[in-house]
């Protein structure tokens, strides 16, 4: 997979630190909703690969996928090891079970941080829009 995202291949990514204290929780921004929104059940929602992606914490929100389960793949582009510190990421499948749930958060992205976005999910993953269990709409990225 070659990284296509200008942020990751200049090697601007920091080792995954901080803690829950760095995230920024959609209620406390008091911000209007951006144009998208990203659920994740995974890296996306870690300090250090936010703020290589995005220079800072986005705006997040608890939520729920149902119908999938999560199976692990290796990652071996080095500017996304260097983003997320981990090379062995999830990836969700389709659910023989329609009650199976994954939890997450719900980002809140602009079109410059999607497109960040799909530059570090790169090859191994595909968007696809879903309905999570509050209602709303989101993009995920499922495994290709």
């Not at 500017?79 to 659910?95: F, K, P, R, W, Y």
């Given at each position: 997979m070659s990284c296509r995202n200008p942020a990751l291949a200049s090697g601007r990514g920091d080792a995954v630190g901080g803690g829950a204290a760095d995230q920024v929780d959609a209620a406390q921004t008091g911000a209007e909703p951006m144009n998208h929104r990203v659920f994740s059940y995974g890296t996306l929602q870690l300090p250090g690969v936010q703020q290589t992606l995005f220079g800072g914490p986005v705006a997040m929100r608890d939520d729920v996928l149902t119908g999938f389960q999560t199976v692990t793949i290796t990652i071996t582009d080095p500017?996304?090891?260097?983003?997320?510190?981990?090379?062995?990421?999830?990836?969700?499948?389709?659910?023989a079970d329609p009650s199976a749930a994954i939890p997450g958060r719900t980002l809140e992205l602009d079109d410059a941080q999607l497109d960040a976005v799909d530059a570090y999910e790169g090859d191994n993953y595909r968007r696809t829009e879903v309905t999570l269990a509050s209602g709303m709409r989101a993009w995920v990225y499922v495994k290709a």
């Open positions: 500017d996304v090891l260097n983003a997320s510190g981990i090379e062995t990421h999830l990836a969700l499948i389709a659910s």
